[in-house]
């Protein structure tokens, strides 16, 4: 004969039940399997609700006579979530009977205050030996989860470290490039700026040598047709210390020492020279004595150093103006050359910045992403970590406990 599965079922408000008093087999059939997988459901899910039950039999299976077990099955199970679900897993692949006797001594070893002796039946040793085969295979995939999570953690952690890392790196390269930039681009303006400075210089200066020359080469010339002039004067002049011809021809000889200074012209804006000229002049045009005379040679033999002097002093001016436009002309290309090199040099750390910059960007995009990605899982690893942990300790501890029952046994 074949025990059947009575299980409540609500209908229109009352409790009906099936699988009694049919007489027809084939009704008999569907009840039975029915009940059997409604009975399989009340095991494992532990129905939270409190119902009206009656006694699940089956063949080779523990009978449950009283209705409280299963309440209390039901009760222990709901209290504990995470301990159901442990008790679901590790029965899910046994044979019915097998989740019964499963379910039930989980629910007792998990209990606040367990108590196992009244299911510990050795006549079930072997189902108990199964049972505990489950649970240690629940353990090893519990153990195997745990590992992976961690492990997922651990990769996804170092690759966003990594990310960070090289990211950072790329940071350091673009500051470093950005200030080698920066410096070349002073440098190189500060080269513009001195090449402009003796590029005016060189323009300056030669237009200066071009307007001054000229004069000073005229002023030159004068000078020197004044010399030999001065120098006849002078003949003339002390001509008058001579003997008595000397004297006799005086009149004649100041005359032609007078017309001899009258066409001394002392250069443009030579005051000083002017000035010895005019006194030459006026010193001709007193009475000729002895005096007068050694006066007339002393003036000009003075007007003969000065010329000589300002023909020294241009000389002079000129070669300066020649060497200062020829430094500045020399500078002018030296520091047109270190701009050509520094402005080049500008260019080249100015592409170095902006490679730079392209790269970090990059790096910085794909440690955004790898973060978030890190973030994301490691946002419910440590739930779902504390979560095997507390799968892990159920288990085990029903593991100790179906050990401790079969070696008692």
């Given amino acids: 004969t074949m025990n059947a599965y009575v299980v409540p079922v609500t209908v229109g408000g009352s409790n009906q039940r099936f699988g009694t008093n049919r007489s027809s087999k084939r009704a008999q059939a569907v009840v039975v399997a029915i009940g059997a997988a409604m009975a399989m459901c009340l095991m494992i899910g532990a129905a939270m609700e409190d119902r009206n039950m009656v006694p699940v039999s089956m063949a080779d299976t523990q009978t449950l006579s009283k209705q409280q077990a299963l309440k209390q099955l039901s009760g222990v199970l709901s209290s504990k979530e995470i301990n159901y679900e442990v008790a679901r897993k ?23 205050s367990p108590t196992t002796t009244d299911l510990q039946e050795c006549a079930n ?37 990594s990310a960070k890392s090289s990211w950072l790196s790329a940071q350091s390269t673009f500051r470093t490039a950005q200030s080698t930039k920066d410096s070349a681009k002073q440098a190189a303006t500060y080269a513009d ?64 020492a007078k017309s001899k200074v009258l066409s001394l012209v002392p250069p443009r804006g030579d005051s000083h020279m002017a000035k010895a000229v005019k006194q030459l002049k006026s010193v001709l045009a007193e009475t000729a004595t002895s005096a007068t005379a050694a006066n007339m040679v002393a003036v000009v033999q003075e ?25 500045d002309r020399a500078s002018k290309s030296e520091w047109e050359q270190k701009m050509v090199d520094l402005s080049d040099e500008h260019d ?24 978030e990605s890190y973030q994301n899982f490691h946002a419910s690893f440590e739930e779902e ?6 799968e892990s300790f159920a288990v085990n501890t029903v593991l100790v406990k179906i050990q401790e029952f079969i070696a008692s046994c």
């Fill in 193 to 256: 700026g001195m090449y402009n400075k003796y590029e005016t210089a060189v323009s300056v200066g030669q237009a200066q040598f071009d307007t001054d020359k000229p004069k000073l080469d005229q002023e030159v010339t004068q000078l020197k047709a004044e010399l030999p002039v001065l120098q006849e004067v002078l003949g003339l002049i002390s001509s008058l210390a001579g003997g008595a011809a000397a004297k006799a021809n005086q009149k004649a000889i100041l005359k032609l």
């Fill in 385 to 390: 970590m504390a979560q095997l942990k507390k």
């Fill in 348 to 371: 080249a750390a100015l592409n170095d910045e902006q490679t730079a910059d392209l790269t970090r960007n990059s790096l910085g995009g794909t440690y955004m992403v790898k973060d």
């Fill in 125 to 161: 040793k072997d189902s108990y030996a199964s049972i505990m085969t489950s649970f240690a295979a629940l353990a090893s995939n519990i153990s195997a989860s745990n590992s992976s999570l961690y492990a997922r953690e651990v990769a996804l952690k170092a690759d966003a470290d």
């Fill in 303 to 327: 007007l003969q150093t000065q010329c000589k002097t300002r023909i020294e002093e241009i000389s002079v001016q000129i070669s300066a103006m020649e060497s200062q436009l020829a430094a």
């Fill in 90 to 112: 590790a029965v899910q692949g046994l044979a019915v009977h097998m989740q019964v006797l499963a379910v039930k001594f989980a629910a007792q070893a998990l209990s606040d």
